[in-house]
Structure formats: C-alpha cells, structure tokens
C-alpha cells in the first residue's frame, strides 16, 4: 500500500472516531501516536506502517494462543464455508464437542454449557442460573471485583466509579472483602442464594487471596447451602498455568464462567458451566435462558481449536515456566527502578505490576508503545499494570519486551527528575 494511501485511512479512522465513535477515546489514541491497528501474528502486532508491537497485555487475557493461531483460523474457516451459524432447529455437532471438551477439562463434575459471546453475557447467565437453582435472590460478591458491565454482571462488580452513574442497579447483591473467608461466612443470610468470586482478581489489579482461601469459600458455601459461582473470564483457558486457576486450590465450583481466551482470539466466545444438580430447572424448560447467535457453530469451532490446542501444544506447563521467566525479570526491573514500582505479583502469565500512583502506570504504558511494546492498566486498579502476554510468547520475546519495559520506566524517571528540578 502506498504511504499517501497508508496515510488517508489513518486519518479517516481517527475523523470517524471522533464522529461516529466517541470523541473521548481520540485523545486517547492520540496519546499512543497517530497510527492505526493493522495486522498481527503469534504474539506481535503491526500497525499501518508495518511497525511491530509486542503484545505484553494479550487483548487483555484473550489471546491465549496468539493472534492467529493456525489451528483456530483453519477450523472456522471450515466451519465458515460450511454453515458458520445455525437454523437451530436440529442439533449442532459443534456445540456439542464444545460442551463435552469443556465438561472434560473444568474440574471435578461440571457438565452442562450454556454458550455466549462475552464474559459479561456468561455471568448474567450464571447469576440467573443461580437464582433459578436456588430460589433465592441474594448474592454476595468481593469487593474490587470485576464481572462485566452489563446490569447484573455490573451489580457484581465491585468498583464504585462503574456503578455509580447507572443506579438503581440489580437488587440483591451485596460484597465483601475479597479473600476473607470469614466476611463471606458473616454476610451469608436465608436470602442468600450464590458466592461469586473470581479466583484472583484481574481487573483489580493482579490480586492473589491467600492460599486457603477458596478451601475455605467451598466449606462455608457447602456448609451453608448456597451456590459458588468461579468467573474463570480472566483466569481460564491456562493463563495461570492450570487450564482452570481456581484448581490450583483443588475445589469444584457449583457454576464456572468462562470467556476471553476462549475463542481462542479469533472468535467472540463466552460460557458458563455448571453441576448437574444446578442445571435441572434448564432440563426442564430449556428456553428459560436463550441467545439467537449463542453457540454459533463457527464460534464452537474456534473454542474447540483452542482447548485442543493448549492441550496438544503443552501450553499449561508452559505458561507456569514463562509465567516464571517474566515474574523474575519484573522483579529485577523493580529493584532498578524501586522509586516507582511498589509491587510485582501474579501467577503464571497472569502478572500486575503496581506502581507508586495511577499517573506513573499511565505514562509507562504510554511510553511502552512507542518503544513497541503494549501493556495496559488494569480497569479496577489504575495503579497495575497487567502484563498477560499469549502462553507461546518466547524467552526472547519475554526478554525484548522486559527490555523495552525498562526503557519506557528510564523515560518516566527522567521525565519525573526534569520536572522536579525545574524552577
Ligand atoms: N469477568 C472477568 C473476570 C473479567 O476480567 C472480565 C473482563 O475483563 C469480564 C468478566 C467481562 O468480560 P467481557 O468484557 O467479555 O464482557
């Protein structure tokens, strides 16, 4: 393409954003450079101008195998030139293998899928499923949460400056602190139907509860009836380098969400499993819950791609090991630069980097695109930044991007030490 060509289709695109899009996220744009999104592969992207990105913040989580894994782009476009969505008057061979792999690899007995397009969709499905479980309207969610922006997923979530503008929300939610056992134990009333919790919290800004704890959340739920409902939106699919985080604390949720990655990158793709004994009034009524495009064949066909792929490729140990390889480098460039990192945590490649404030985070993810690398601040916990790169990402792309990272924090430095001794 050449560049004059290159040049109207930026500047069309920013004019169409600010006319048609939203005016606000311009300046936003405009902060990161005057470009546009172009193409990508594994776990670089290009812009317009054949620039190259390495991809720190994985979309964010939802890349797990890349942009364009083979294997996922191959099995929708056979399914795209055979009947990518669905007259749904019969079965669909599709979401089938989709609900039986997905029932094969979530713990324990989870079986039943309902299947959507979105993290958000997948636990408005799964709160309504445990009010339909249950009887009952009460759930308790953490503190800091984040569980999507539509009316219920939002009424979960857990950050002020989302709910605010959109009350009354849900009724009948209510939160508490986010790995305590025992406020949930205290909160818990003959209202309550469900618990619903994210293994650790992504959007908050990487937090990790303390080991017994999810132990502890199954007990107190079983020992007090209600449902636990585990959003796997963020955490799935491998990124914590178990195919699902909260087995690392060995329990079975009654319902699991899932979404992001599991589309594998390439399509839109939520689902929320659950029990059998929670999914008996669906048996009953099947159409309680629906969605016209839910289960699109070309969507399941990407989701089964994917799972057979972190299975086939081995990308679980491999997230741990790299997960490990980037924790490390993180935590040296902490020791560099101690005057403005306060904390580096995560699991696998599930990684929060926290700054002294919000503003340093800004600046740094800012700086880091330039230098050709992206990674974003967390919605909930402006203060981290969530580096979740895709699983296959390399030792030496893990080193460049640690490279480039330590660059845009040497700017920062140098940009914060002029300003402090100017007049
Ligand atoms: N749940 C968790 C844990 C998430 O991190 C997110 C998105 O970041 C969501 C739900 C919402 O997913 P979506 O943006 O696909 O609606």
Not at 186 to 200: K, L, S, Y
Request: hydrophobic residues 40%.
């Amino acid at each position: 393409m050449d560049p004059a060509e290159r040049r109207r289709i930026v500047e069309e695109t920013f004019r169409k954003y600010g006319e048609f899009v939203n005016p606000g996220l311009v300046l936003l744009f405009r902060l990161g450079g005057e470009t546009v999104e172009w193409e990508a592969e594994g776990a670089i992207v290009r812009d317009i101008d054949g620039k190259e990105y390495l991809d720190f913040s994985g979309g964010p989580a939802v890349f797990i195998l890349g942009h364009r894994h083979p294997r996922v782009v191959q099995a929708v476009i056979e399914q795209i030139q055979r009947m990518p969505a669905s007259v749904r008057a019969m079965p669909r061979p599709a979401e089938a293998d989709l609900a039986a792999l997905l029932a094969e690899v979530t713990p324990g007995d989870l079986r039943f899928s309902f299947f959507c397009h979105s993290g958000s969709e997948a636990n408005e499905g799964a709160i309504k499923l445990a009010r339909l479980a249950t009887g009952k309207p009460g759930i308790i969610a953490t503190e800091g949460a984040f569980h999507g922006k539509t009316m219920g997923a939002l009424s979960a979530s857990g950050r002020d400056k989302y709910r605010q503008p959109f009350q009354p929300l849900v009724p009948g939610f209510k939160h508490v602190p986010f790995g305590d056992a025992d406020a949930l134990a205290r909160a818990i009333d003959d209202r309550t139907g469900a618990f619903m919790v994210e293994p650790i919290q992504g959007e908050a800004g990487v937090r990790l509860p303390p080991d017994d704890y999810l132990p502890q959340v199954r007990e107190i739920c079983d020992r007090r009836g209600i449902l636990l409902i585990v959003d796997e939106v963020q955490t799935g699919m491998g990124r914590t380098g178990r195919m699902f985080a909260c087995e690392h604390a060995g329990i079975v949720p009654d319902i699991l969400t899932t979404a992001k990655g599991l589309g594998g990158g390439v399509m839109p793709l939520g689902a929320f499993t659950a029990r059998p004994h929670v999914w008996e009034k669906m048996t009953a009524d099947p159409f309680l819950h629906s969605s016209t495009m839910g289960g699109n064949q070309a969507a399941c066909a990407a989701g089964v791609a994917t799972i057979r792929t972190i299975l086939e490729e081995n990308l679980l140990p491999r997230a741990t090991e790299m997960g490990n390889l980037l924790l490390a480098g993180l935590r040296e460039l902490q020791r560099r630069h101690a005057s403005l990192i306060r904390d580096v945590r995560g699991k696998g490649l599930l990684l929060g980097v926290e700054f002294e404030n919000s503003d340093i985070a800004l600046m740094v993810a800012g700086w880091a695109l330039p230098r050709g690398l992206i990674a974003y601040f967390s919605l909930n916990n402006p203060t981290v930044l969530r580096i979740a790169p895709p699983l296959i990402i390399t030792r030496e792309q893990i080193a460049t991007g640690l490279d480039r990272l330590d660059g845009a924090l040497n700017d920062v430095t140098q940009l914060l030490q002029e300003v402090e001794s100017s007049p």
